[in-house]
């Protein structure tokens, strides 16, 4: 059992910076894939960036130069990060920290085997 614990949510005015982190309780062998994803109120959850383990990554394009993902272990640690830059209002959402231990990357699509509880983001005009 993977438990993802996200932080570094908050209010920011738009253009602003905010960084938000993962830490998922699984060993690096165990570790396939990472991934951020986003749900705005009346929204479907949406993919926003992911990478994996041989650090390829991948972007939704609405974010593509502004945020970065990133991933760094320590021992039966691993930790995702998201640095978000220029945030616009369409940011606003609830953030979702993503693990996957299969045999596939499942990227920006929805075939996490573990997902964490959210942190809010919200950017203001």
């Known amino acids: 059992q993977v438990q993802l614990v996200e932080s570094g949510g908050g209010s920011v005015q738009a253009g602003g910076s905010l960084r938000l982190s993962c830490a998922a309780s699984?060993?690096?062998?165990?570790?396939?894939?990472m991934g951020w994803f986003r749900q705005a109120p009346g929204k479907e959850r949406e993919g926003v960036a992911a990478?994996?383990?041989?650090?390829?990554?991948?972007?939704i394009d609405s974010v593509r130069g502004r945020f970065t993902i990133s991933q760094d272990n320590a021992k039966n640690t691993l930790y995702l990060y998201l640095q978000m830059d220029s945030l616009k209002p369409e940011d606003t959402a609830v953030y979702y920290c993503?693990?996957?231990?299969?045999?596939?990357?499942?990227?920006?699509?929805?075939?996490?085997?573990?997902w964490g509880q959210g942190t809010q983001v919200t950017v203001s005009s």
């Open positions: 990478i994996d383990r041989y650090g390829s990554t991948s972007y």
């Open positions: 993503a693990f996957n231990s299969g045999s596939w990357c499942p990227g920006l699509g929805f075939e996490y085997n573990y």
């Open positions: 699984a060993h690096v062998q165990y570790y396939n894939c």
